[in-house]
């Protein structure tokens, strides 16, 4: 059973370590802050750090995106209310 644990344990860490070294939005020295972290802290720090990566990326993907105009009517029509 704890040979069973090790082995998730290291293939969790190594999956959030992955995670780490390719994220396109932080530089060399805190990626390495951060891979550490996910292998001092057992368990604790790969979960912190996978959430952080996913909140990060979300944020940064939706900023990223142009502003699309809504296809709701009721938008439409608010734009168009001046019948004289």
């Known amino acids: ?11 969790f860490s190594l999956v959030a370590t992955i995670v780490v070294a390719r994220s396109r939005y932080f530089d060399r020295v805190r990626k390495l802050f951060q891979a550490v972290v ?12 996978l959430v952080f990566h996913s909140i990060v990326h979300r ?6 995106e142009p502003d699309r105009p809504s296809n709701n009517s009721d938008d ?3 734009d168009h209310t001046d019948f004289d």
Not at 59 to 64: I, P, Q
């Open 1 to 11: 059973m704890l040979k069973t644990l090790a082995i998730y344990y290291i293939a």
């Open 76 to 78: 439409v029509l608010a």
């Open 38 to 49: 996910v292998w001092l802290l057992p368990i604790i720090g790969a979960l912190v750090m």
């Open 59 to 64: 944020n940064m993907t939706t900023k990223a």
